[in-house]
Structure formats: structure tokens, C-alpha cells
């Protein structure tokens, strides 16, 4: 039912007219220094892309990459409870996994969950007339990059890592509740990045309203001083010429609109009418969570970026 042509966050097949499998991987390098904590991250990001789908997840295959020598394999293990114990907090049971000797150490899961096939939120889900909602903050990248080189405070990293760890269960409900079709999450692609696949696979084009995009505390910052990421130049190259930005924005603000983001928030079109009462369920859970955008009929470019 969803394959991979339209960059969806996970591949949708229909066993029968009541059930269909969703199925996703995702496995990144360490973002933070704890080992524990890169494990959750990994986890929920990974689960993530089945609630993006408005899927519900059920099991996970563990993906590791670890060097044989030179690294404590305590480290695994503290990684491997990390993601272990997110798994279990979220009902996604580990069935079981595959590891390879390397020297870049890498983690993540291939997870499988079960949907509704009558309720599945996709990229091309989007409508002229709805409104996007993002439910959490941009800024990882950057700040991932700020505790690399030391320049990101205690605090700012403690306020990411937390962002990062909120679930897109919720999210995924509320999409239920409300029969959302169209939406993504914001992952490595960034926010332009996501909302151009879904004006892509939408035919439609996506309106972002910068000033109103939430940012963590500290990401623009960093993004002033410089600390990027490579998908900083990669997410630009990514969408090309197909995306309008207003000349009179913040650069560095337009750094993070490009900023690769982990366990990042959804992206929900829905229409104008029924936004307000979603969004106050959003807010539940997502205390940041916003419109940023609006969708309109196909204009000259995918993606138009104003103040």
C-alpha cells in the first residue's frame, strides 16, 4: 500500500481489508555522549517512523555496529539497555537483531508494527486548505554538533536529549482520532527537507511561516557560531532550487530550517477547520506544539519559507 517512491517514513502491506504491516529501520551514529542515552534516542527514533504513519508499533530487530577491539563492550551494553528498555516502555517487544565488527560504532532497529489500512497517514496526505502542525522543537543537529566539539551547555543538551525522548506516541493517537492523512516526522531531512517531500508526494506546495517554527533553546546559537552539521549543505543540495526562502530571514534561523534532526517531532496537515481542536490535543503531550505552515494548490515552488 506505501512503498518507497514517495519518501514515506515507513513501507504500508495489506494483509487483509481490516490489517496491514508497517515496517521501517533507522541506525545513526552516537549523538551524545552517554551510552545509555544514545540507545533510547535510537530506539525512539526508530519507533517513531511507525507512528508517523499513525501505525502502532509491536517488534524490533536490534542493528549493531561495534568495534571488536579498542571500545569496552560494556558501552554495548549499556547502549543495548538503553534502547531496550525504551522498547519495552513502549510495548515494542525485541524479537532479535544482527551485529557487525566495525570500527564506527552505529545502533538502531529495523521495527514492525500493524495499522488500520483505511487509516494511514502518509507524505502525499497533504490538502489546499490544510493547515501543518509541528509537535516538538528544531535544533538537534546543531546542538548534537555543540556537544561533539564542547560547546553546547549541561543545560541545552539536557533540554535536546529530552526533546528527543518524547515520544511520537501521542501523536500517532491523536492522528487516529482524527483521521489525519497526511504526515511525516522530522528526521534527517529536516523541516524543509520533510515538508518539501510532502508537498512533493502531495502535489500540492507547503507554505513554513518561520517565525513561527519552535526552536530549542541554545540551537540558534550554535547555528550563529557555526556549529553545523554536514546536512546543513546536504538537506539544500537535497531540494534544490524548488524551495523560495524570504530574503529578509534570519540566516542563521534558515540554518536550522535545513538542521537534520533525530527523534524529531511530527508534521501534521490537517484542515484549517479541524486544526484548533487537534492542536489542543497536541498540547497535552507537545507543550511547544504549533502551526507552522499551510498547504495551497501547486504554485512554482514545492516549498515557499516566509517571515
Known amino acids: 500500500m506505501v512503498g518507497f ?12 481489508d481490516d490489517l496491514a504491516i508497517v515496517q521501517t529501520v533507522d541506525f545513526f551514529t ?49 547502549i543495548m539497555r538503553g534502547g531496550l528498555e525504551t522498547l519495552n516502555k513502549y510495548g515494542v517487544t525485541l524479537i532479535g537483531g544482527h551485529s ?10 529495523s521495527v514492525t508494527g500493524v495499522i488500520d489500512p483505511g487509516r494511514i497517514a502518509t507524505n502525499a496526505g497533504a490538502r489546499a486548505g490544510d493547515v501543518i502542525i509541528l509537535t516538538k522543537p528544531i535544533g538537534t543537529g546543531v546542538i548534537s554538533s ?6 553546547a551547555s549541561p543545560e541545552v543538551a539536557a533540554k535536546s536529549v529530552e526533546t528527543m525522548l518524547t515520544p511520537g506516541k501521542y501523536a500517532a ?3 487516529r482520532e482524527f483521521e489525519v492523512k497526511g504526515a511525516t516526522d522530522v528526521t534527517g531531512f529536516a523541516l524543509i527537507g520533510h515538508a518539501w517531500e510532502m508537498a512533493r508526494a502531495s502535489n500540492m506546495s507547503i507554505q513554513i511561516n518561520a517565525g513561527a517554527v519552535p526552536l530549542l533553546e541554545g540551537a540558534l546559537e550554535l ?38 534532526q533525530t527523534a524529531g517531532g511530527m508534521l501534521i496537515s490537517i484542515s484549517a477547520a479541524q486544526a484548533p481542536k487537534l492542536l489542543e490535543r497536541l498540547l497535552e503531550n507537545y507543550p511547544v506544539a504549533q502551526i507552522v505552515g499551510q498547504v495551497t494548490d501547486r504554485a512554482a515552488y514545492s516549498v515557499v519559507v516566509k517571515q
Open 5 to 16: 517512491d514517495k519518501a514515506d517514513d515507513a513501507g504500508v502491506y495489506r494483509l487483509r
Open 223 to 260: 547555528a550563529a557560531a557555526g556549529i553545523l552539521t554536514s546536512g546543513d549543505k546536504t538537506n539544500r543540495e537535497y531540494v534544490g532550487e524548488d524551495v523560495e526562502i524570504d530574503e529578509s530571514l534570519d540566516k542563521d534561523l534558515v540554518k536550522l530550517l535545513y538542521d537534520p
Open 173 to 175: 493517537e491523536a492522528m
Open 146 to 151: 555543540g556537544i561533539k566539539c564542547a560547546k
Open 100 to 109: 557487525v565488527d566495525s570500527e564506527q560504532i552505529m545502533f538502531g532497529y
Open 30 to 78: 552516537p549523538i551524545v555522549d552517554d551510552p545509555f542515552v544514545y540507545g533510547q534516542i535510537a530506539a525512539l527514533n526508530s519507533i517513531n517512523d511507525v507512528w508517523a504513519m499513525a501505525g502502532t508499533p509491536l517488534t524490533a530487530l536490534a542493528i549493531t555496529c561495534f568495534p571488536k577491539k579498542g571500545v569496552d563492550v560494556g558501552v554495548l551494553g549499556e
